[in-house]
């Protein structure tokens, strides 16, 4: 069981805060001759795959590196471009590393102002009178859990579907919130949270959250 | 435990069916304008869900929940989407929601010449099954009814 990640959404639907706690790697390596019997294509500046899955490498996989060095975008760290280097029959055999790409943090401010504008959807097309937005979202990888203040500040925490006592760790995080963002005189409101303690007692919670499943009543 | 509302989309977004139990708030907009913004809200779900993911998915978005209801997805390969509403207290749909495409949609839309896939459906026998099946549901409150 695991917390993967948390974000905090200002009311205007910004990104304020984000930590990934824990991310499961899947990364497969292998070594190809030529002709490549994949598909690859440049998607949001990233070669990805676009046809052929085997062996563990899916389709939207991205190509992490090639022979062992890194690749940034569409360029490897030497500096070649991914896909003019893979069609060049003279570089094989090569081996690639593929795995699930991650979230560069343009993505994260993205995706929480998505987040921000479903979760207000979701209670315009509620059934039943006043309701809430979004508070669970559900999936076979993993539930998103959603915890709105009264000053519209959003916590989000991503965690195992099978993780408990995530309620109390949104409130506990609101309390940390309160306590070392909002009475830090340094720290101007629904701008991004750099304070060192809120880090430091976000950590230490999220730690004790994952370990107990969840925080005794009044703690 | 109650069902609220049922929608059924094709893989065009076209709303093919639509009907309501105990529905108790009637949403501002007209009815062909919230099966857009519920598409286009389920759309956008699926892309932020896959997004988000730390690992790849296999069924992707089952569920959302509010402090007042409940939203269950089920999407066949073929890109039907059967969306359903009910209260907090039901659990796991992904069955039931099942059950509706494979016993009713399948027997009494794809197998009837006279339905033409990608349009609303007209059925009235597939409208009398799927509401006998509803009803029919454990959790389906006939006091709420």
Same mark, same amino acid.
């Given at each position: 069981?695991?917390?993967?990640?948390?974000?905090?959404?200002?009311?205007?639907?910004?990104?304020?805060?984000?930590?990934?706690?824990?991310?499961?790697?899947?990364?497969?390596?292998?070594?190809?001759?030529?002709?490549?019997?994949?598909?690859?294509?440049?998607?949001?500046?990233?070669?990805?795959?676009?046809?052929?899955?085997?062996?563990?490498?899916?389709?939207?996989?991205?190509?992490?590196?090639?022979?062992?060095?890194?690749?940034?975008?569409?360029?490897?760290?030497?500096?070649?471009?991914?896909?003019?280097?893979?069609?060049?029959?003279?570089?094989?055999?090569?081996?690639?590393?593929?795995?699930? !790409?991650?979230?560069?943090?343009?993505?994260?401010?993205?995706?929480?102002?998505?987040?921000?504008?479903?979760?207000?959807?979701?209670?315009?097309?509620?059934?039943?009178?006043?309701?809430?937005?979004?508070?669970?979202?559900?999936?076979?990888?993993?539930?998103?859990?959603?915890?709105?203040?009264?000053?519209?500040?959003?916590?989000?925490?991503?965690?195992?579907?099978?993780?408990?006592?995530?309620?109390?760790?949104?409130?506990?995080?609101?309390?940390?919130?309160?306590?070392?963002?909002?009475?830090? !005189?340094?720290?101007?409101?629904?701008?991004?949270?750099?304070?060192?303690?809120?880090?430091?007692?976000?950590?230490?919670?999220?730690?004790?959250?994952?370990?107990?499943?969840?925080?005794? !009543?009044?703690? | 435990?109650?069902?609220?509302?049922?929608?059924?989309?094709?893989?065009?977004?076209?709303?093919?069916?639509?009907? *309501?139990?105990?529905? &108790?708030?009637?949403?501002?907009?007209?009815?062909?304008?919230?099966?857009?913004?519920?598409?286009?809200?389920?759309?956008?779900?699926?892309?932020?869900?896959?997004?988000?993911?730390?690992?790849?998915? &296999?069924?992707?978005?089952?569920?959302?929940?509010?402090?007042?209801? &409940?939203?269950?997805?089920? *999407?066949?390969?073929?890109?039907?989407?059967?969306?359903?509403?009910?209260?907090?207290?039901?659990?796991?749909?992904?069955?039931?929601?099942?059950?509706?495409?494979?016993?009713?949609?399948?027997?009494?839309?794809?197998?009837?010449?006279?339905?033409?896939?990608?349009?609303?459906?007209?059925?009235?026998?597939?409208?009398? &099954?799927?509401?006998?099946?509803?009803?029919?549901?454990?959790?389906?409150?006939?006091?709420?009814?």
């Amino acid at each position: 069981m695991a917390i993967f990640s948390v974000y905090v959404v200002n009311k205007a639907g910004g990104l304020i805060y984000q930590l990934d706690s824990y991310s499961p790697r899947s990364e497969t390596e292998k070594t190809f001759s030529f002709p490549l019997d994949l598909v690859l294509k440049v998607h949001d500046e990233r070669v990805v795959v676009s046809f052929g899955q085997r062996d563990g490498i899916r389709v939207g996989h991205a190509v992490l590196s090639i022979n062992g060095i890194d690749v940034n975008g569409k360029y490897t760290a030497d500096g070649k471009e991914v896909l003019e280097y893979l069609s060049n029959s003279s570089n094989y055999p090569v081996s690639i590393r593929f795995g699930r !790409p991650r979230l560069t943090s343009n993505e994260k401010l993205m995706l929480a102002s998505m987040f921000h504008s479903l979760f207000a959807i979701g209670s315009q097309l509620s059934p039943e009178l006043g309701s809430s937005g979004i508070e669970m979202l559900e999936t076979d990888t993993f539930k998103l859990h959603c915890f709105q203040t009264l000053t519209g500040i959003k916590f989000v925490v991503l965690a195992d579907p099978r993780q408990a006592g995530i309620d109390s760790l949104l409130r506990k995080i609101y309390e940390l919130y309160s306590d070392f963002a909002l009475k830090n !005189p340094f720290y101007s409101l629904e701008m991004p949270i750099r304070c060192e303690l809120f880090d430091q007692n976000l950590k230490l919670a999220l730690e004790v959250a994952e370990k107990a499943g969840t925080f005794g !009543p009044g703690s | 435990m109650t069902v609220h509302n049922l929608y059924i989309f094709d893989r065009n977004g076209v709303c093919l069916h639509y009907s *309501e139990w105990n529905r &108790k708030k009637q949403a501002s907009i007209s009815k062909e304008e919230e099966y857009k913004l519920m598409y286009g809200m389920l759309f956008s779900i699926r892309s932020f869900v896959s997004k988000m993911s730390p690992v790849d998915m &296999k069924d992707g978005f089952l569920s959302f929940q509010t402090s007042k209801y &409940k939203l269950h997805y089920y *999407e066949t390969p073929t890109g039907l989407k059967i969306v359903m509403n009910t209260d907090l207290g039901v659990n796991n749909m992904r069955e039931t929601l099942h059950q509706i495409y494979s016993s009713i949609f399948v027997e009494y839309v794809v197998k009837n010449p006279l339905c033409s896939l990608n349009q609303p459906i007209q059925s009235e026998l597939f409208r009398t &099954k799927l509401d006998s099946f509803i009803r029919g549901l454990p959790f389906f409150s006939a006091r709420a009814g």
